[in-house]
């Protein structure tokens, strides 16, 4: 890759290890800041774009061709904008939060493989990274929300620690299974994994319907984004913020977004390739169909966001505990039995297809019953005709 050749000219001039691995290093993380910044700008116009769509409108087109310029309208403008501070605030926390939220987003990116060998640290322990760099984003919200001194924002980050601790189990427990087919907590070994023995969209189909839905909680969006909830709190934990403040928080939640984009390309879709035996193909190929597999799930995200209608705290609290937990701990059960019988993938994938299509319907319909709506909110009854006198 580029870092090797990078590093093979230095040596040809006779410099030593540590200049080498210096300037690799450097050269590593500018590229991959400049990836995610580019990314991220290209996030924006294609949610905009989409949900434009599912609203029947056009969505940004004055700026660019297309509206393509409209991401880079809006950073000039948001640098020109007044960064105010209220009084009594702790400022060194306040202003400390909007970095720290740009962090973890970054750190994930460092352990996911692009193409064949090409991931700037691929750890052993990748996926137990992963989740603890992932815990780390409540920090900052909360970071925000206490020290605006300003009870809306410190309800939002309340809200947001206790909606982030509880989704963070069944996104843990949803990948077990995963390291039980492949037997490592290496990305990049899950990814071989599944180039022979197929993607664990198919072999794990209830894991990936439970990450799916734990991840959209823990990076606060629609229909989980009870952080901000603007119709109850106003805005939340970013209430008190502005300028180029607030643009830190809204790139950062982008840049999470992607991050959990590129995870599920890497856990379930196979990463960067397809199939085995194809190693001859070029490593910008398959970075190229890498980026295009981020893309379509981050269309994904976006979809159930112009889709479906915000959650109360109540409901969504309780869908981690009594829907989504249960169910990613039968899938391991489930798992842990398919490894030791050593079952053939066609048939690992019958018997989690039908099992993850009867826990979800028959599961919905327990607590369904458990709950006990009362009448007047259940399905609206038909109203009585009322005679015309009595109007």
């Known amino acids: 890759m580029i870092n090797d050749w990078i590093a093979g000219l ?75 501070t209220p009084f009594d605030v702790d400022k ?29 640290a691929d750890l052993d322990t990748g996926i137990l990274f992963v989740m603890a760099i992932g ?82 909680a823990e990076l606060n969006r629609t229909p989980t984004d009870i952080m901000e909830g603007e119709s109850e709190i106003v805005g939340g934990y970013h209430t008190e913020y502005s300028g180029f403040k607030f643009s830190l928080f809204y790139v950062a939640e982008y840049t999470h977004l992607f991050a959990v984009s590129a995870l599920v390309t890497t856990l379930f879709l196979g990463g960067w390739g397809i199939v085995s035996g194809l190693e001859f193909v070029p490593g910008v190929v398959w970075f190229i169909l890498f980026v295009v597999k981020v893309n379509l799930v981050f269309c994904v995200f976006v979809w159930t966001r112009a889709t479906l209608p915000r959650l109360r705290v109540d409901q969504l609290m309780d869908f981690a505990w009594k829907f989504l937990i249960p169910l990613t701990l039968i899938n391991i059960g489930v798992a842990a039995v398919e ?31 458990i709950s006990g709506l009362p009448p007047h909110l259940g399905p609206a009854q038909p109203r009585a005709a009322v005679p015309h006198a009595a109007r």
């Not at 306040?94 to 990116?109: K, Q, R, S």
């Not at 925000?144 to 189990?169: C, D, F, H, P």
């Not at 039980?180 to 990936?208: E, K, T, Y």
Request: with cysteine.
């Open 10 to 84: 230095l040596r040809s001039f006779g410099a030593v290890d540590w200049i080498v691995v210096l300037v690799t290093s450097i050269v590593s993380v500018v590229a991959l800041l400049g990836f995610v910044v580019l990314s991220v700008l290209f996030a924006t116009w294609i949610e905009r774009k989409l949900i434009g769509r599912f609203q029947i409108r056009y969505g940004p087109n004055r700026a660019g061709k297309f509206g393509l310029l409209q991401p880079v309208a809006d950073a000039i403008k948001v640098m020109g904008k007044e960064a105010i």
């Open 92 to 120: 060194l926390v306040f202003w400390a939060a909007p970095i720290v939220a740009f962090l973890p987003g970054m750190l994930t990116w460092a352990v996911v493989p692009f193409a064949p060998g090409a991931a700037l």
């Open 135 to 216: 815990a780390l984003g409540v920090v900052p919200v909360f970071m925000a929300g206490w020290a605006s001194n300003n009870k809306y924002s410190l309800l939002g980050a309340m809200r947001a620690v206790a909606q982030t601790v509880s989704y963070e189990i069944p996104l843990v427990l949803s990948l077990v299974g995963l390291i039980l087919f492949a037997n490592s907590l290496r990305l990049s070994d899950l990814v071989a994994f599944q180039h022979s023995s197929g993607w664990f969209l198919f072999l794990q189909p209830l894991a990936f319907v439970c990450f799916f839905i734990a991840a959209s």
């Open 339 to 369: 490894v030791f019988l050593a079952l053939p993938g066609v048939l690992v994938f019958l018997v989690n297809v039908v099992l993850a299509g009867i826990l979800i319907a028959g599961w919905t319909q327990v607590l369904g019953k």
